[in-house]
């Protein structure tokens, strides 16, 4: 094999592996969106507040989706356990966010989440794009100009990675 042969496997692999989540660009734009977003304490507590509503309006166009909220006490989403879900499904999602530049641990974190999700029964892919929609949702209207199309082109590949295994 000739070094010109290997060199373009090189640039074309390396091509392949940085486009699974999103550009390097895109990837800032997304982070610096984020941190505006969830940086501060009042912005994480929003956050989780919104992902409360998420959860409650899920339960509520999905009524089989409830009982997976048994844990967490869905009917009282201002109590302790449910704020703690909606607190741990947003360090999740910021965990995510801020692997973006290194793809090995954003691989290795979402398929951890992936695997988790596919343990619970009944869990469906589609309330992972109804998360993703909701998030987007949220980053417009909490972030000063925000690059929706940064946020889709990094956001949508690790929902699709976290919910590949769900039905």
Known sequence: MSCLTC????????????SKWCS?????????A?????????HRTLVAQRL???FVR???????????????N?????????EAHALRVVTGIDLCINSLHDTRLLDEITAHLATQHRRRLNIKAEFFMI?????????AAMVDNP?????????????????APLP
């Open 7 to 18: 060199l373009l496997l090189l640039c074309g692999a390396t091509i392949t592996l940085a």
């Open 24 to 32: 390097r660009d895109d990837a800032d734009s997304v982070h610096a």
């Open 34 to 42: 984020w941190g505006q977003a969830f940086g501060s304490r009042v």
């Open 52 to 54: 409360s509503s998420f």
């Open 58 to 72: 899920l339960v509520q166009a999905h009524p089989d989706a409830k009982p997976l909220f048994s844990e967490v």
């Open 74 to 82: 869905i009917d009282d989403v201002a109590g302790p356990d449910f």
């Open 131 to 139: 998360l993703r929609r909701l998030l987007r949702a949220g980053v």
């Open 147 to 163: 690059n929706i199309d940064a946020w889709d082109n990094c956001f949508t590949p690790i929902i699709n990675a976290i919910a």
